[in-house]
């Protein structure tokens, strides 16, 4: 079963724009992660954020999680066409490196 | 440092075969996790293995199974295939020994189901 749910399912946008998705769970968690996955390949990791901490910047991302509200947004300034992917928050709660997933915002960044 | 790697990269089996799907997590990563992705139910945990030992298990039927070696390689097996089983199955190594950390994916084996 999934953990989480994440708030767009799909979003289109324009280069240039900022997109913004949501990410909801259900239990207490010690840390939030969002990976991406190109076309149904591998998932990438992009940022990892423990419950103690509010937000987290990396490059061009910027992740926030509100433990009292058990939601995370990512933030992606400035989009390009390869940000095009499917973005998926996970969180902690199942121990010993299991992650449990969100079932994904499926972005297109259109040039 | 080479990356996760898994073979191979797509498979197609009738129901009722037996399947065996490979994993090589990043040099010193002890930690092998594996995932099943289906566009119905998302991505699933199956089970992680460290030092040869299953630590942690999804809720998945006795069919799936794995092991880990002592070079930290890990296989997993699915038997008496069904067509539910049709999914891009993929592994993930970390560093990480006692909670949850960094997961790094390989590119995932896809497995057909006939």
């Known amino acids: 079963s999934q953990q989480g749910e994440e708030d767009p399912q799909a979003l289109s946008i324009q280069e240039g724009e900022n997109a913004t998705m949501n990410c909801s769970y259900k239990t207490s968690i010690n840390n939030l992660q969002w990976y991406r996955q190109n076309s149904g390949r591998g998932l990438v990791h992009l940022i990892l954020?423990?419950?103690?901490?509010r937000e987290k910047h990396s490059g061009r991302l910027r992740v926030t999680l509100d433990t009292s509200k058990k939601s995370s947004s990512l933030l992606i300034t400035a989009s390009r066409a390869a940000d095009t992917a499917s973005y998926f928050c996970?969180?902690?709660?199942?121990?010993?490196?299991?992650?449990?997933f969100g079932a994904g915002t499926r972005l297109a960044v259109h040039p | 440092k080479a990356g996760v790697t898994q073979t191979p990269r797509y498979l197609i089996k009738t129901r009722g075969q037996q399947v065996t799907l490979s994993c090589s997590p990043i040099?010193?990563?002890?930690?092998v996790s594996w995932y099943q992705q289906t566009p119905g139910q998302g991505l699933q945990f199956l089970f992680e293995y460290f030092s040869e030992t299953q630590r942690n298990k999804g809720n998945f039927p006795g069919r799936f199974s794995g092991r880990q070696f002592s070079n930290s390689r890990s296989e997993m097996n699915v038997s008496t295939l069904e067509l539910g089983d049709s999914a891009l199955y993929l592994c993930a190594s970390s560093l990480e020994t006692s909670g949850v950390g960094e997961q790094f994916f390989g590119p995932g084996t896809r497995l057909t189901v006939l």
């Open positions: 996970a969180t902690d709660a199942g121990g010993y490196n299991k992650l449990i």
């Open positions: 040099s010193g990563h002890r930690s």
């Open positions: 954020i423990r419950s103690n901490e």
